[in-house]
């Protein structure tokens, strides 16, 4: 059974950094786009970045952009997501997602996603 279990979420103060990852088992990992989603309080799922399968490219919301960076090491099945200067609006839960692709594209949308993790909660204080 297919497996994505998040961790390295907690609580950091404005300013901080956290470095998210999400482990995936029971799936050829290098044929999978990978995803980081995230669900603040009261709002609906969003995208946050995304890489293809052999890393050949990324995508990243405008809010996160030049602030978080996603990698992935498909040697270890494990996708990451560092988070630098935080703020109290990136407080959600984030969770990784991941879709079967022979093509090297980025995956963006919740609907197009194949697995899905059950998430790891991030909170910034002001």
């Known amino acids: 059974q297919v497996q994505l279990v998040e961790s390295g979420g907690g609580w950091v103060p404005a300013g901080g950094s956290l470095k998210l990852s999400c482990a995936a088992s029971?799936?050829?990992?290098?044929?999978?786009?990978m995803t980081w989603f995230r669900q603040a309080p009261g709002k609906e799922r969003a995208t946050v970045a995304a890489?293809?399968?052999?890393?050949?490219?990324?995508y990243y919301d405008d809010s996160v952009e030049g602030r978080f960076m996603i990698s992935r090491d498909n040697a270890k099945n494990v996708v990451y997501l560092q988070m630098n200067s935080l703020e109290p609006e990136d407080t959600a839960v984030y969770y990784c997602?991941?879709?079967?692709?022979?093509?090297?594209?980025?995956?963006?949308?919740?609907?197009?996603?194949?697995?899905w993790g059950k998430g790891t909660t991030v909170i910034v204080s002001s």
């Open positions: 997602a991941a879709k079967e692709t022979q093509a090297e594209i980025v995956a963006i949308f919740e609907n197009h996603m194949d697995y």
């Open positions: 029971e799936l050829t990992f290098s044929n999978y786009a």
């Open positions: 890489i293809t399968r052999r890393s050949g490219a990324t």
